[in-house]
């Protein structure tokens, strides 16, 4: 049995315009007093006004990504202090597709978590494995890798928490088998006590995402050491996410 509180997470990722914001009122509606936590990380052109829109609920704003250095000749970069002054209290990094995309390395991830720590951010720090990987038996190498780099000293319970999300399994509709599921979020839990101690280590929350969905959360939520999910496709539209918030709120 997980120590870790709990966390519903949603990434927008490029997707959402101002229109968008009557979702997030109809989800504040939907959940006024909820039993877990509830985040919400729009582009970053929402987040003040999204955060301005959310002060007065249980809904927080998060951003999707952040520059490892305060401020600077960085053209198109947001820095950690940035994203506080729009109203963030967490940032997302590592993602696989800015991984991917940007050519971000565990490394870089490091280093922006470093920097969204030290103003006060939670860092949801995105771990996961390509189908190749999996298929040649090395999930636990890479994740154990990319957490091992990826997490800063600074890291503990209150700070941080770990999305392990499958390249996969994102947006393909294919989730893991919920066997597939525990070894992957046991093995975190293992190595996060390791390093931080059983209290810290204990405490940080474990997300699953990819392929989240109002039919599959609460069989993922009953999975020993998930305590949240990292919700794309199925965080944009209230009535999606609304049932996978309910679903965390009746597990275990
Ligand atoms: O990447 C994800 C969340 O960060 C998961 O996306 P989907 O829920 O659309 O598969």
């Known amino acids: 049995m997980t120590q870790a509180r709990k966390l519903a997470a949603g990434n927008w990722k490029m997707n959402g315009t101002r229109a968008a914001l009557a979702e997030l009122e109809a989800l504040a509606r939907a959940h006024p007093n909820p039993s877990v936590g509830i985040l919400i990380c729009p582009p970053a052109t929402l987040i003040q006004t999204a955060s301005a829109a959310m002060a007065d609920t249980p809904v927080e704003i998060g951003g999707q990504d952040c520059h490892a250095e305060p401020s600077g000749t960085h053209t198109g970069d947001i820095s950690a202090e940035m994203l506080v002054d729009a109203g963030a209290t967490s940032v997302i990094l590592g993602h696989s597709e800015r991984r991917e995309d940007h050519e971000e390395s565990s490394e870089d991830v490091r280093a922006k978590a470093k920097a969204a720590q030290a103003v006060g951010l939670v ?71 390791q390093r931080f101690g059983e209290a810290e280590g204990g405490g940080i929350p474990l997300l699953y995402g990819g392929s989240v969905k109002p039919g599959n959360a609460a069989e993922i939520f009953a999975t020993d050491n998930v305590d949240g999910a990292l919700v794309g496709g199925a965080s944009l539209k209230a009535e999606d996410f609304s049932p996978i918030i309910t679903a965390l709120e009746g597990s275990a």
């Not at 800063?152 to 999300?165: G, H, I, K, L, M």
């Open 123 to 193: 860092t949801i720090i995105c771990l996961g494995e390509s189908l190749a990987q999996r298929e040649a038996n090395n999930t636990l190498d890479i994740i154990g890798g990319q957490l091992a780099a990826s997490l800063p000293d600074s890291c503990c319970a209150t700070n941080t928490v770990v999305a392990y999300e499958p390249i996969w399994a994102i947006g393909t509709g294919k989730v893991p088998t919920t066997a597939q599921i525990d070894e992957v979020h046991d093995f975190i839990r293992t190595r996060l006590i």
